[in-house]
């Protein structure tokens, strides 16, 4: 029996009445969350907080080919049109280093991640948690590429989901990225090359990345990984967007299956939000 609780009232002492005993049978179950429609749209890149600069976009595609930029600090020196200047002579030498092989280099992610959710939905993994039907919640997901040069023509290619989930109390959500890159750089064209036979290996190998970048991006949103202060690693190696090993600190998610999960803080970094990393492609440094 509960003990009886005193209560002060206009400054006046009362006895309060017993609570009322919890049913046999407990609580009520907690109400399922809501569930939260899957939207993939097509909105493409945005030059000014998706891209650095001198990245080559390959035109009406959501492909973009970085890495192969030089000079950054030469053309920051110079301010904004010095940035442009330099920005765009990037752009030219990214777009020569792939002209001879766009085409194989399409990738139509949209429609790839559409159809890989409906199969990872329908096999209960997630219960009720997400649908592909109308919902008052809804995870808008705009997909893209990211092929990284690392070297002359051997690239890291990446798949990126670029998330906003919009609910009754968030009409102004801020964006969540999902970066993934499974395996180690690979020639781009030439005999062997990824672009060979109209792409066929890069597309397989972005239908691998495809998926695992759901599976993430659908647990994260289902019960969120933590991020704690504690958990801030620095990493050192491969990044989106970057051509040589960087150093960047970030919050460690623990794992899926063998792959590091790695959350850089967004801002204005290009590759801010949880890169999927595989084994080998980011060495821990020891904290100072």
Do not use: W
Request: proline residues 6%; contains cysteine.
């Amino acid at each position: 029996m509960r003990k009886v609780m005193l209560a002060v009232i206009a400054g006046a002492s009362i006895l309060a009445a017993p609570a009322a005993a919890a049913p046999e049978t407990g609580d009520a179950p907690a109400q399922a969350p809501s569930p939260t429609r899957i939207v993939y749209a097509d909105e493409g890149v945005s030059r000014m907080n998706d891209m650095p600069l001198g990245v080559h976009r390959i035109p009406d595609s959501n492909v973009v080919v970085s890495g192969h930029q030089k000079g950054g600090g030469i053309g920051l020196l110079f301010g904004v049109v010095g940035m442009a200047i330099q920005s765009s002579a990037n752009a030219s030498g990214g777009t020569a280093r792939v002209q001879n092989v766009e085409d194989n280099l399409r990738f139509d992610a949209t429609a790839k991640a559409t159809e890989l959710t409906g199969a990872i939905l329908a096999d209960g993994t997630f219960g009720q948690r997400f649908t592909q039907q109308a919902a008052d919640n809804i995870l808008n997901v705009s997909p893209y590429i990211v092929i990284t040069f690392q070297g002359e023509n051997e690239v890291r290619p990446y798949i990126v989901l670029k998330t906003k989930l919009y609910t009754a109390a968030d009409q102004s959500p801020k964006a969540e990225k999902y970066f993934c890159c499974e395996g180690k750089a690979l020639p781009l064209s030439g005999p062997g090359g990824l672009a060979e036979n109209g792409g066929a290996e890069l597309k397989a190998l972005l239908t691998a990345e495809l998926d695992t970048a759901i599976r993430v991006m659908l647990q994260d949103r289902a019960q969120p990984y933590t991020r704690d202060k504690a958990t801030r690693i620095t990493v050192k190696g491969n990044l989106p967007f970057v051509g040589k090993p960087f150093k960047m600190k970030g919050y460690d998610l623990g794992k899926y299956n063998d792959y590091s999960l790695i959350d850089f803080s967004s801002g204005l970094l290009v590759f801010g939000g949880v890169n999927i990393a595989e084994p080998g492609s980011l060495e821990v440094l020891p904290p100072k």
